[in-house]
């Protein structure tokens, strides 16, 4: 087992989230021990919910999960980045490919790019 | 000012760095309310260094700042995605150009690519 260092976040590190074939990033989540453990055996992109407090595989609701085709981690083992194959093609809640999909002009946001399904449908 | 949600993290949240160019994971790192503010005015990626406890203008000391082209934030406003010109061309402070330079492969780790620069004669 790959040991990373959870502790500079009372047990969490952040995890980036990037397309693998596109290199867009799509998300930002967090991971502890347990979903980095279930990350590696399953292959399947698993995070900490901060709100619900428990494991969160990505997609086990929706079906739209993120199949995992690489793993990288930084410098001091403190973030890890997922490359992924992001089943339905949106990672975002809000039904957006990207969570990313806010961008800063000046003191304005612009929204890039158009839902890729409804939240609505997919979130009964 | 663009208002983003700090509280979650207790007054930090996390940045995702990205080439503009190549799309490539440079690093990541974390803002504050100083931080954020820095980086809109002066266009230099700029962080909070949570060792130091003080704003943190990457590349200050070695030269090697990040020029920023575009800022994204994420649908709750509680992440920034930065894509930067980063200058001297490593992000990472061992002189990588990314801090995610190691790769998991089943329960080895490799190291991808070579640094770009020696630390010891950037960071004397």
Chains 1, 2 share one sequence.
Not at 89 to 118: L, M, Q
């Amino acid at each position: 087992m790959i040991e990373l260092n959870f502790d500079k976040m009372g047990g969490l590190l952040p995890a980036v989230v990037q397309d693998y074939e596109t290199g867009e990033v799509l998300m930002l989540a967090f991971m502890d021990q347990e979903a980095w453990e279930n990350t590696l055996s399953t292959g399947l992109a698993s995070y900490h919910s901060r709100t619900r407090n428990e494991l969160w595989v990505k997609g086990k609701t929706s079906g739209n999960v993120q199949h995992v085709k690489e793993i990288r981690i930084d410098c001091d083992d403190d973030t890890v980045l997922l490359k992924v194959e992001q089943v339905g093609g949106a990672a975002c809640h809000t039904g957006h490919r990207s969570c990313f999909y806010k961008k800063i002009e000046g003191n304005e946001i612009r929204v890039i790019g158009k839902p890729v399904f409804d939240p609505r449908e997919v979130y009964k």
